[in-house]
Each structure stands twice: as C-alpha cells, then as structure tokens.
C-alpha cells in the first residue's frame, strides 16, 4: 500500500497532520471545498459522509475522518458533537464535568478511504483514558491537554506528538484502516 496520494476530507491541518504522522506511506493533501455539515448518526457516517463528497469533487482515494471524546458523566458528550458543542475547548469540558466524580472518558476516531474504483475501506480507533482536573501540556490540540489515556499519568498534550503519532485514536484507525486492505 505504499506512495499512495489520497485528498482528505477536512480543513483541520491539525488532523492532516497527525494522520500524517501515522500514515507515513500515505501523501495526504487537504481536499479544497467546503465539507457538508456532519448530520450522521455515527462516526462512520460522518466519515462515510465525508469521503463519498471528496470522492465525488476529487475522485482517487479521498480519506473520511471522524473523531470525538465521549466523557462517561456527562452521559457520553460531546461525543460526536466534539467540536461543535464545547468547540473542542478543553476549559469548556472542565467546566461541564466541575462537581462530577466519574471522569472516565475515551478518544474515538473514525477512518474511511474511498479507492479509486469508489471501494470503500475502514479503520476505527478508540483510547480509554479519563479527564484530568486541569490542562497540563503543550503538545497536541483539542483535548488533548485534558485526556489522560489509560495505563499513563500525563495528558496525551504532555506525553507529546510522538506519543500521539503512535498510540492516538487516530494513530489506531490509521492501523486499522491500513489492516483492512
């Protein structure tokens, strides 16, 4: 699967460039044009939703991302809403969980790659972790400074990119998605 150029379907150059990192025999570029608002029901659709639009105004393979982090007390928000409803404000989500002793959370990422001949290929990546009492870190974007991944101590923002380019949620659909060829 390597040299492959593949348009993706966002204008995060956050996103382009972590995927970036975890895909390292893919070219990815930016698709130029306004992306449809994301209405599905699921990650998947999101993504789906994103690739099939690429794919239709760029053709080639057009990679779908759609991503979020799910606080288990707050009842699974923002969850796919991450950041349209707390604007991916690691304060925003503080505040919400002030007063809430259930911290669990997890990072869910959701890939989808359109081939050329319009197959359609999949990867999902998922971190557990909990949300931290403050932001701590540099590194990163999002919530990143706020998510303490499971089995660590430090926030995905202080463990740094090189930890994320190898053990995000992006980094594990990247993996998944790549498996699936």
């Keep these: 699967m390597g040299g492959l150029t593949a348009s993706l379907a966002s204008r ?3 996103k382009l460039r972590e995927l970036e990192k975890a895909m390292p025999d893919w070219h990815l570029e930016l698709l130029d044009a306004e992306l ?11 993504a789906r939703a994103k690739a099939q639009f690429g794919h239709e105004r760029a053709g080639g393979w057009v990679l779908g991302e ?7 007390g707050l ?26 002793e259930n911290r669990r959370a997890r990072y869910v990422c959701e890939l989808v790659a359109i ?21 701590r870190g540099s590194e990163g974007f999002g919530y990143d400074p706020v998510f303490v991944p499971e089995g660590q101590e430090r ?10 380019a190898e053990n995000s949620h992006r ?10 060829f």
């Design 155 to 164: 926030t995905v923002a202080e463990l740094g990119n090189k930890w994320k």
């Design 115 to 135: 081939d050329p001949d319009g197959g359609e290929h999949r990867g999902t990546g998922i971190v557990e972790g909990r949300i931290a009492e403050e932001a």
């Design 171 to 180: 980094a594990r659909a990247a993996r998944a998605l790549a498996a699936s």
């Design 12 to 14: 995060n150059e956050n």
């Design 75 to 100: 009842g699974g928000r923002p969850g796919l809403h991450s950041a349209r409803e707390g604007g991916s404000d690691p304060q925003w989500l503080l505040r919400e969980l002030r007063g809430i």
């Design 36 to 46: 449809p608002p994301e209405t599905g029901r699921s990650y998947y659709e999101n």
């Design 66 to 72: 759609d991503s979020g982090i799910e606080a288990e």
